[in-house]
Nanobody, 125 residues
Framework: QVQLVESGGGLVQAGGSLRLSCAAS????????MGWFRQAPGKEREFVAV????????NYADSVKGRFTISRDNAKNTVYLQMNSLKPEDTAVYYC??????????????????WGQGTQVTVSS
């Protein structure tokens, strides 16, 4: 059973930065596509970023492109989300997710097999 544990969330002022981490255990992390999603209060969960198993390919939601960077370290079984120039509208619970089987850069939450518990990011204006 794969377990994902996010960390690094917190409260930051607009324009600031945070780096989220997601540590994986119990599976073959280096073969999974990994994604970040977020869910704001009263809203549906939405795609943020995805990275291929090798780290060579990435894709971002338009709302975070140019501000967020997804990366991974397969030796540490960890995926990261560097968030810069944060805005109040980035406030949400951020989740990492593992896609073990689709082999695609999926932006759909249904494609992902495993999820972390989430970490809160709050951006004050």
């Amino acid at each position: 059973q794969v377990q994902l544990v996010e960390s690094g969330g917190g409260l930051v002022q607009a324009g600031g930065s945070l780096r989220l981490s997601c540590a994986a255990s119990g599976g073959t992390f280096s073969t999974y596509y990994m994604g970040w999603f977020r869910q704001a209060p009263g809203k549906e969960r939405e795609f943020v970023a995805v990275i291929s198993w090798s780290g060579r390919m990435t894709n971002y939601a338009d709302s975070v492109k140019g501000r967020f960077t997804i990366s991974r370290d397969n030796a540490k079984n960890t995926v990261y989300l560097q968030m810069n120039s944060l805005k109040p509208e980035d406030t949400a619970v951020y989740y990492c997710a593992a896609d073990r089987s689709s082999g695609r850069m999926s932006t759909e939450s249904l494609a992902y097999d495993y999820w972390g518990q989430g970490t809160q990011v709050t951006v004050s204006s």
